[in-house]
């Protein structure tokens, strides 16, 4: 999957994040910038995903590994 970062600094609020740990689980976190980093659940991601104003969105692919989809945006 191509990825274009933007050359301007975004201003957000919160990031979520989707990423597999190193078994294939799937981990989600909501992240405060400079304050904290909390696990939420699968719903609570989903939610946020669907309903919030997303600034930008950051597709991560892991080396050598084009199955798994991992995700953060910024809202």
Same mark, same amino acid.
Do not use: C, W
């Given at each position: *999957? ?9 201003? +957000?609020? %919160? *990031?979520?994040?989707? %990423?597999? &740990?190193? !078994?294939?689980? *799937? ?8 304050? !904290? ?5 699968? &719903?609570? +991601?989903?939610?946020?995903? &669907?309903?919030?104003?997303?600034? !930008? ?7 050598? &590994? =084009? %199955? =798994? +989809?991992?995700?953060? +945006?910024?809202?």
């Amino acid at each position: *999957m191509r990825y274009i970062p933007s050359p301007i600094p975004i201003q +957000f609020d %919160t *990031m979520y994040s989707a %990423t597999a &740990n190193k !078994s294939g689980r *799937m981990q989600y976190h909501k992240v405060k910038p400079g304050e !904290s980093k909390l696990r939420i659940s699968r &719903n609570e +991601f989903i939610r946020a995903y &669907n309903s919030a104003q997303i600034v !930008s969105l950051h597709p991560i692919q892991s080396p050598g &590994n =084009d %199955t =798994d +989809f991992q995700l953060e +945006f910024f809202i």
